[in-house]
């Protein structure tokens, strides 16, 4: 079984970090239902091989298996006119708040949905507030693709994406690192001193 073409991509907005998760897009098919115990043999399990197999040959499709200690099922490559992006597990449409999330289409809106059709990406979000948690996520999305598609497709085709996102906004793939600045004794901010008085 040959590894998933995979990247891992970071998003930072003040304390709000998000890790995307950007692979291949498959399609899992149960190979049964319910529980298999470790001593099932796969000959006995595999119901639905031959038609699978078929269907796969009718569409021209790979084949992957994956083999876990209870569970057997089959990842098929596919591709299809929507992405599957999930944040937190979530489907993409539910991030909240609502009045925010087409700041999360905005890398969708902008490189077009044709260029996350062969891709599903998982990310995964925690810390900071609402606000930068969006900004999190929407640079996580974008900058996985870009990764995913520099190590899998080709450069070419990275510096398109690139530059169609650094000219919309460059904040979808570079980090503000500016933080506050903490205030110190002495003054009622970071820089600025109490008055002083000579009588």
Known sequence: MSAPQSVQ??????TA??????????LVLPRVV???GPSF???ETDVSSAKVEGQLEDFGMEERRENKQWCLGRRIPRRGPTPIIKVNGRPLQLVQPAILRYKVYEPL?????DKFAQVDIRVRVSGGGHTSQI???RQAIAKSLIAYYQKYVDEH???LLKQALVQFDRTLL?????RCEPKKFGGPGARARFQKSYR
Do not use: M, P, Q
Not at 9 to 14: A, L, S, V
């Open 9 to 14: 991509c970071f998003g930072k907005k003040k």
């Open 17 to 26: 970090t998000a890790v995307a998760h950007c692979s291949v897009r498959s």
């Open 34 to 36: 319910g529980f298999l």
């Open 41 to 43: 043999s796969e000959e």
């Open 109 to 113: 809106l902008v490189l077009g949905l």
């Open 135 to 137: 900004y999190a996520i």
């Open 157 to 159: 085709s990275k510096n």
């Open 174 to 178: 570079v980090a503000d690192n500016r």
